[in-house]
């Protein structure tokens, strides 16, 4: 199929070039200057990481991905025979699937920089972007219009993995909510805990319990890294006593970051609601799972490729 088609396809349902970027900037990185035109939050990261890295942007993505941080950000071949779905395109998962694939072959990640929980995003290394360019692969990247609520987004692909009752949605970012709460399917926190790892097969599972019983009825799922005080303020709103999050502790290398989570913690404290931080890789991981059966009905074969 051609890549052409594929990045329409995919555009239809998660439009690159959405508006409202102080809101978002409000939401992701309160601390940061807000000077960019475009409303991507990773559109201050991608550059500094790389600029650190030593490593040329523009010499390696495309264009518009360059103003958008959102859709193709390298292409190959036009024509397109299998599509490889990683959460994060760090430099393991990304030699493990290069090792495999062919010319033409498109990598879709959530992602357009690597990470790890403690030290916070990585660029794509140059080595592996050579290599990249060597083999003429596609990379296509979807990050906050990837997280809008939908059959695909991360939050609700979450919750139905847990066996969640939805009830309802929060979190919105220029008012698209992003987030899901609803009736957990056990009533009790550490049993919740077991789903979660059974199911995704997350490892380090942060637990704080806030409440003086460990008794749960409804909870609020945002996966990724979005432990943020006026989330777990609105979810409190909605009657949730649990939050279900990606990355939910204090030691972190970043230091907007590290402060968010010190203020959300401190808020959950305050309003008594249990914390449940799955990892930022584990609770997305069945969202790009499931964008292997999007690109099935659109007629690509995919695979998701896990870390």
């Known amino acids: 199929m051609e890549l052409k088609h594929i990045c329409g396809e995919l555009e239809k349902v998660f439009p690159i070039d959405v508006a409202g970027h102080n809101e978002l900037l409000n939401i992701f990185?309160?601390?940061?200057?807000?000077?960019?035109?475009?409303?991507?939050?990773?559109?201050?990261?991608?550059?500094?990481?790389?600029?650190?890295?030593?490593?040329?942007?523009?010499?390696?993505?495309?264009?518009?991905?360059?103003?958008?941080?959102?859709?193709?950000?390298?292409?190959?071949?036009?024509?397109?025979?299998?599509?490889?779905?990683?959460?994060?395109?760090?430099?393991?998962?990304?030699?493990?699937?290069?090792?495999?694939?062919?010319?033409?072959?498109?990598i879709f990640t959530h992602h357009c920089c690597g990470f790890e929980e403690k030290k916070g995003f990585l660029p794509i290394s140059r080595e592996v972007l050579e290599l990249i360019r060597a083999k003429r692969v596609s990379v296509y990247s979807l990050h906050v219009p990837f997280d809008f609520n939908g059959p695909w987004s991360p939050s609700v692909?979450?919750?139905?993995?847990?066996?969640?009752?939805?009830?309802?949605?929060?979190?919105?970012?220029?008012?698209?909510?992003?987030?899901?709460?609803?009736?957990?399917?056990?009533?009790?926190?550490?049993?919740?805990?077991?789903?979660?790892?059974?199911?995704?097969?997350?490892?380090?599972?942060?637990?704080?319990?806030?409440?003086?019983?460990l008794k749960i009825e409804r909870i609020a799922v945002i996966a990724g890294g979005r432990a943020y005080e006026n989330l777990v303020e609105e979810a409190h709103g909605h009657g949730c006593d649990t939050f279900l999050t990606g990355t939910a502790i204090e030691d972190?290398?970043?230091?907007?970051?590290?402060?968010?989570?010190?203020?959300?913690?401190?808020?959950?404290?305050?309003?008594?609601?249990?914390?449940?931080?799955?990892?930022?890789?584990?609770?997305?991981?069945?969202?790009l799972e499931r964008m292997t059966e999007f690109f099935s009905r659109i007629g690509v074969e995919a695979e998701f490729v896990p870390e």
């Open 29 to 106: 990185l309160p601390v940061t200057t807000k000077s960019a035109h475009n409303y991507e939050p990773l559109s201050f990261i991608f550059p500094a990481i790389n600029h650190e890295a030593g490593i040329n942007v523009r010499k390696y993505y495309e264009k518009q991905f360059l103003r958008y941080y959102n859709g193709l950000m390298i292409k190959g071949e036009n024509e397109v025979s299998k599509i490889f779905c990683v959460v994060f395109p760090n430099t393991g998962v990304m030699c493990e699937v290069l090792s495999r694939c062919g010319p033409g072959d498109l």
């Open 157 to 213: 692909c979450l919750a139905e993995t847990l066996g969640m009752e939805l009830e309802g949605e929060f979190a919105p970012i220029v008012n698209k909510p992003t987030g899901v709460f609803g009736t957990p399917p056990v009533t009790d926190l550490h049993s919740l805990v077991s789903i979660l790892r059974i199911r995704t097969g997350a490892e380090e599972i942060t637990v704080i319990g806030n409440r003086k019983n």
């Open 252 to 287: 972190v290398k970043i230091d907007t970051v590290k402060k968010a989570n010190e203020r959300f913690l401190q808020k959950a404290r305050e309003l008594e609601i249990n914390v449940i931080g799955g990892g930022h890789y584990y609770t997305e991981k069945p969202a």
